[in-house]
């Protein structure tokens, strides 16, 4: 029983490695006590979920592993090439809305506001780029405004609706 108990130990403590010091403590301990209270048993779900969970953290918030005031002090064993932090891909002023609004949806589940951003980011760059030849461009522009009107910040839902209000105008026209 003694040596389950210390290999226990020692799975949830390599789990809590994969962690960065630069997400700070509070959300360090968050993702473990989540992990716990969902995988009791099940150390090596547990060590995925905080990887996953710590991992989707730093690709949102754009953390790296340096060492700062009043962040966690775990070492983390992910090597930071391998993150690729959310920037540079949308205007700056629109993604921390977008995040914003993934954070307070999902505040807790790092890994869904990572699949939510990046799912906001992909409609974005499309919106952006969005043309049909059987559209005229002005129809296209209102499609579109109307959507954004609708759905402020919500990139992937405007998509969505832009693409089957294209669908339906060409079969109408």
Do not use: C, W
Request: no cysteine; glycine share 2%; charged share 25%.
């Amino acid at each position: 029983m003694k040596q389950i108990i210390i290999a226990s130990l020692v799975l949830l403590l390599s789990a809590t490695f994969t962690i960065a010091q630069s997400i700070p403590s509070s959300v360090t301990a968050q993702i473990q006590r989540d992990a716990q209270s969902k995988y009791p048993d099940d150390y090596e779900m547990q060590e995925y979920k905080i990887d996953e969970q710590a991992k989707a953290y730093r690709r949102i918030h754009g953390s790296s592993p340096a060492s700062s005031a009043g962040r966690s002090s775990i070492v983390s064993e992910v090597k930071p090439s391998t993150l690729q932090p959310v920037s540079g891909t949308i205007p700056a002023d629109i993604l921390k809305k977008v995040k914003a609004r993934h954070t307070a949806e999902f505040p807790d589940n790092f890994s869904m506001q990572k699949i939510m951003v990046d799912a906001d980011i992909k409609a974005y760059k499309e919106i952006q780029s969005y043309s049909d030849a059987q559209v005229p461009k002005e129809i296209l522009q209102r499609i579109i405004q109307k959507h954004a009107r609708e759905f402020p910040y919500n990139y992937a839902m405007q998509k969505i609706m832009v693409d089957a209000d294209i669908k339906a105008y060409k079969e109408l026209h």
